[in-house]
């Protein structure tokens, strides 16, 4: 399984959506909930059953409505498309079915529209508005880039506009992802070694950092703190972070892994914590204080720090927090293509291998009080 | 006497304490003598005897009573008996001694009566010829005192006329000095002064009388004269340092006021040195305030000449001044101090200007006794000027430490230089049919240069401490110099500098930009930098601190180990490097291969695809290439046979059950697990990790990323049926060349597995090939 993805809209109930990947079978979505306070996971499946899902993404506005990539297979072709989806009402919110009855009671996605892609080739992933309402999606097909306006309660997919990579050498997108600042206006993808940003106004290409990896860059991830920085990773082993202001050079370079790194995510309120996958089975926890929104740990207020003089010296000694690695998970027995944190609690996260396993951790304790107090 | 002490019979008391001997019979010669002696008395030896003993027969306090009392208690019968037969032989003998010498002295004592009679014959004559010569004598000294009475009043006149003609000849003198003085005071001013001198205090003396007062102020007039040529003479012409210091010297005679003749006299000195410094900087080239749009042109004279010019006119100049000075206003230097200093300041000013000159390497040994030179000529100086002392060894110190600096910079761009040769030897076109340089030969021939260029470097630097130049007895040559200039500035920091190099290389063209230095060239790199660690480091900073003997209290040199340390840090980057490079190159290869094929609709596979043999055949040059370089390493062993056995049973049979589908809702758990407990008994593989030192790591770390990105790329794709086939016989094909070169192949097999496995797993329709066939296939192949 490659895809998971949390659920955007959610923000109370910590949930985790996977797809499968499977040739044979008929494909699923499981949904997972994780009951924090007792530990426990649930699970519930919904068939999908038109091909592998190789992406997965949900609508940052409404729970219930989804997009996926998935291979269709005839005997002589495969190709990947994209359609969004809506999941049964009463599993929108997380209904608590009992583990047993799971996997007899499979329910079936609504499908809302497809995103033709006939003209345009394989879609490698679905990106959603993220501050929208859940109208506008940007598809990435091989070496296009298609900005979806979604209408009729998304029933409707109208093709907005589009633009084309051109030139030469290997131009297929192989990531993608949404900024969430300048008024979403600013998507950056990866193609082959290079990471190029656009503006979806106009659509054109207003930053391309060439050879940000020496090989092949896998993902990309914005801070969702500070509007100019993004982390990249790739098959060199190495996640960079860039200031787009400044594309000759990165800011910092992780060298933590040993094989390709797959999935690279920031937290989305602590911009400092960083998670990476890789395809050595390891998943790694980073604390990039240095180049984070609050390199100088958490600001006291001037009328809170006039009273508490000596609290805030103590804080002083805390402050020279050093960039380092938190943690490495080594639960997974297999390449980790996917990692996430969850939308609800931003001390969870999900990675999940390619055998099928989905680990989800928490960050340790310790740090968490440290970048709150 | 010893003879007549025979045995004898004699009679004598049995108690006496002087005539008894020792119990034992056997008596020395020396016996008879001890009643003697201790009757005229006890020798000093006897008193110095101690305690007194009683019961000693022999002794002084010998107490007849306690001692028989003794005897008598002490010793049984037998011992009694004979102890009495032996005291009453020995008393025998002791009485026959006596009678003996008894006779002796009666006959002495005749004798001796007889030569008194004769003496007194003979005084009688005597005394008659003794009065005889009284009388003679006494008329000798009376005809002798005659004499001399008559001599007297002549000699006494003869002294009187010759004190007259002396005191004459002294008129005659200085009645003659005016005119003698005014002959010599043009042209032998010296001689004049001296005679002037002589006859000034008897002028003073007899001044009264009115004919030597004459003389005198006429002198006196002369000699003001003298004084007044002299000084202008001081004034107005240039004199050599000699002439100057007789002038002053004769004016200090003619009593003029040595303080303005002392600053007189240094002006005059200050003038002359002038214009020696003022000679000096006109060979310098002028200072160019606007930094040197053109490189100055080469000095005239080599700096030996310069500062041998240098120390000889001005040094040897300030020297003669100095010490007329000082002979001249005594001990007071007051004055002179400053002005000297001054003086040597801009001296060395002027000479530092001139080393500055010196950019190139030169020669060494030119420079080095130009220092000596210099070093020498102002020890002399120093004597006079403490001062200097410091600012001289500094001058001397930085230029050995500029020099040094200069071979590192020297030594650095050497090395780039070979290493852009040997760049260029990997790069050339090779002509066929035959082979360039090997590798091998290339790194023997960067080392060998680059040691050899070192060696020669501590040769020149050796000079600067060498036995018979002055200044490398100065403290900082012995110990900063060794320390901190040579070991750490020199050897340390170029070693360092290599390693630094060398992990450019590693980590710097993976960036964008500079064109990425050749794999072979990395290669080269991590061979050479491993040499140093393991030899070659300790082996030049043995030669070094055999060159250099380091002092105890010296400051603290960085450790070979360290040193050693940071080789080995940067070969092993450098290695990991290349297995990165030459790993992705091949990845890279086998990525594009799965990427653009179609998997789905291919057909039935009848050979080995090619990118396959290519891979081979790269891996098999990249082992050759490594082989050059570095040993074979260990294998674990295992025979090819069973393993490739194990691999053919694996992956037709096992393989397809093994990931058999897990996705039916139903039973989700039991694949997992045999996956995963799988997955237990095999270790986990790290990728990019690492490698030793050795051919078989390097080869399988290669192997090891080729295959990992074979795997994921695999994953990526849907297969056909064929396509599944015809990863199959690549999977076999690359199993069977490549377990060759890997340390284990178990982690060759594991990963083929895997992506076999994972081609199965991909597969629409998994139906695998025969075996046998496989095997036709890439035999064939």
């Known amino acids: ?373 | 006497a010893a003879a007549t002490a025979g045995s004898g019979a004699g009679s004598g008391a049995a108690g006496s304490p002087e005539a008894t001997g020792g119990s034992t019979g056997g008596g020395g010669w020396r016996r008879p003598h001890g009643p003697l002696q201790r009757y005229y008395g006890p020798s000093t030896a006897e008193a110095a005897e101690a305690p007194p003993d009683p019961t000693d027969i022999n002794g002084p306090h010998f107490d007849p009573e306690v001692f028989m009392t003794k005897v008598r208690s002490e010793c049984p019968l037998g011992q009694l008996l004979a102890r009495e037969a032996a005291l009453s032989r020995e008393i025998r003998a002791l009485d026959s001694d006596m009678q003996t010498l008894l006779y002796e002295n009666y006959n002495k004592f005749i004798s001796a009566t007889d030569t008194i009679r004769k003496m007194k014959v003979d005084f009688r004559h005597m005394e008659a010829e003794m009065d005889d010569l009284a009388a003679n004598m006494a008329a000798i000294s009376a005809s002798s005192a005659r004499v001399s009475a008559a001599l007297q009043d002549r000699h006494r006149r003869g002294a009187q006329l010759a004190g007259v003609q002396a005191l004459l000849r002294k008129l005659q003198a200085l009645v003659e000095v005016p005119g003698r003085l005014r002959r010599w005071a043009g042209t032998e001013p010296a001689r004049a002064l001296r005679c002037h001198a002589r006859a000034r205090a008897v002028l003073r003396h007899y001044r009264h009388l009115p004919s030597f007062r004459a003389i005198e102020d006429e002198s006196h007039a002369i000699m003001a004269e003298l004084a007044q040529r002299l000084r202008t003479r001081l004034r107005c012409e240039t004199l050599d340092p000699k002439e100057l210091t007789e002038c002053v010297e004769m004016l200090l005679q003619l009593e003029e006021p040595a303080e303005e003749l002392s600053e007189e006299f240094l002006s005059q000195a200050g003038a002359r040195l002038e214009a020696e410094l003022a000679a000096l900087e006109a060979e310098l080239p002028a200072a160019d305030p606007s930094g040197t749009a053109t490189t100055p042109p080469p000095p005239a004279s080599d700096i030996l000449d310069f500062v041998d010019r240098g120390s000889s006119a001005f040094v040897g100049t300030l020297c003669q001044l100095a010490g007329s000075y000082r002979a001249l206003f005594g001990g007071d230097t007051g004055r002179l101090e400053p002005f000297a200093a001054a003086l040597a300041t801009r001296y060395f000013a002027l000479l530092e200007r001139r080393l500055a000159l010196e950019r190139g390497l030169g020669d060494t040994s030119l420079l080095v006794r130009a220092l000596d030179r210099f070093h020498r000529r102002l020890r002399a100086l120093l004597e006079l000027l403490p001062a200097g002392a410091d600012a001289a060894a500094a001058l001397v110190a930085r230029a050995a430490r500029e020099r040094v600096d200069r071979y590192l910079r020297a030594l650095q761009t050497f090395f780039l230089g070979c290493l852009g040769d040997v760049r260029q030897a990997l790069a050339a076109p090779r002509p066929p049919g035959k082979e360039g340089p090997g590798l091998p030969d290339l790194l023997a021939t960067l080392a060998a240069s680059v040691l050899g260029q070192l060696k020669a470097v501590l040769a020149y630097v050796q000079l600067f401490t060498a036995r018979d130049v002055a200044f490398a007895s100065l403290p900082y040559f012995k110990g900063e110099f060794c320390v901190t200039a040579v070991r750490e500035g020199l050897v340390v920091a170029f070693v360092r500098w290599l390693c630094r190099t060398a992990r450019g290389f590693a980590d710097g063209p993976a960036e964008r930009g500079a064109p990425a230095a050749p794999p072979a060239l990395l290669l080269l790199l991590a061979r050479l930098c491993l040499d140093y660690e393991n030899s070659t480091i300790s082996y030049i900073l043995t030669l070094t601190d055999e060159q250099f003997p380091p002092q105890d209290s010296g400051p603290a040199v960085t450790p070979g180990p360290a040193l050693c340390a940071e080789a080995r840090a940067a070969a092993q980057r450098l290695l990991d490097h290349y297995v990165q490079v030459q790993g992705a190159a091949v990845a890279q290869m086998l990525r594009k291969s799965v990427e653009t094929r179609d998997w789905l609709g291919t057909v039935e596979p009848r050979n080995v695809r090619a990118v396959m043999k290519r891979v081979v055949e790269d891996i098999t040059a990249i082992d050759v290439q490594v082989g050059q370089l570095f040993e074979e390493g260990v294998r674990r062993a295992q025979s090819s046979d069973s393993s490739r056995r194990a691999f053919s049973v694996y992956s037709s049979s096992r393989a397809p059950g093994r990931y058999a589908p897990s996705y039916t809702p139903s039973a989700p758990m039991d694949t997992h697990l045999l996956s995963n407990i799988q997955k237990l008994f095999s270790e986990r593989i790290d990728i990019f990790s690492p490698v030793e030192f050795n051919k078989v790591s390097v080869l399988t770390g290669i192997i090891k990323i080729s295959l990992k990105t074979l795997l994921e790329c695999v994953r990526l794709r849907t297969l056909g049926r064929f396509g599944l086939q015809q990863v199959q016989v690549d999977g076999h094909y690359l199993q069977l060349y490549l377990w060759r070169f890997a340390s284990d192949e178990r982690v060759v097999q594991g990963l083929l597995d895997e992506v076999a496995a994972s081609a199965a797993h991909r597969c629409l329709d998994p139906v695998p090939m025969e075996h046998s066939v496989v095997e036709l296939i890439c035999e064939r192949g």
């Open chain 1, 1 to 373: 399984a490659r895809a998971l993805t949390p659920q955007t809209a959610e923000t109370d109930a910590i949930r985790f959506l996977v797809g499968t990947q499977s040739l044979r079978y008929d494909n699923q979505i499981h949904i997972i909930d994780f009951d924090d306070e007792n530990n426990i996971i649930n699970k519930n499946v919904l068939l999908h059953q038109v091909g592998e899902i190789w992406h997965i993404s949900t609508s940052p506005a409404d729970k219930g409505v989804l997009a996926t990539c998935y291979n269709k297979t005839s005997d002589t072709k495969v190709m990947t498309c994209a359609a969004v989806w809506r999941m049964p009402k009463e599993l929108e919110s997380g209904s608590h079915e009992s583990p047993d009855d799971s996997s007899s009671n499979t329910q079936t996605l609504e499908l809302l529209c497809h995103l033709d892609n006939t003209a345009h080739g394989n879609m490698a992933c679905v990106m959603w508005e993220p501050m929208g309402d859940g109208k506008k999606i940007i598809s990435l097909a091989d070496n296009n880039i298609l900005l979806w306006d979604l209408q009729e309660s998304s029933a409707k997919a109208v093709l907005s506009s589009s633009t084309a990579l051109e030139g030469k050498g290997q131009l297929k997108f192989t990531s993608g992802r949404w900024s969430p600042h300048h008024n979403c206006t600013q998507i950056a993808t990866a193609n082959d070694t290079a990471v190029r940003g656009w503006d979806t106004r106009s659509m054109r290409q207003i930053y391309c950092i060439e050879n940000a990896h020496g090989q092949l860059v896998r993902d990309l991830d914005f801070n969702p703190n500070k509007q100019y920085y993004l982390a990249s990773c790739g098959d060199d082993c190495k996640v960079k972070f860039w200031d787009t202001r400044n594309v000759t050079e990165p800011v910092k370079t992780l060298e933590e892994h040993s094989h390709w790194v797959w999935n690279v995510r920031y937290n989305h309120s602590h911009d400092q914590l960083i998670l990476t996958g890789s395809s050595d089975s390891r998943v790694i926890l980073s604390n990039m204080v240095s180049i984070s929104s609050e390199p100088f740990g958490h600001m006291v207020d001037d009328d809170e720090l006039s009273d508490q003089e000596d609290q805030h010296q103590e804080e002083k000694v805390k402050e020279p927090l050093q960039d380092s690695v938190i943690a490495t998970y080594e639960e997974h027995e297999d390449s980790v293509y996917a990692v996430e944190w969850s939308s609800a609690d931003p001390w969870l996260f999900a990675s999940l291998s390619y055998d099928g396993r989905l680990v989800i951790n928490r960050v340790p304790r310790a740090l968490k009080y440290h970048i709150l107090l």
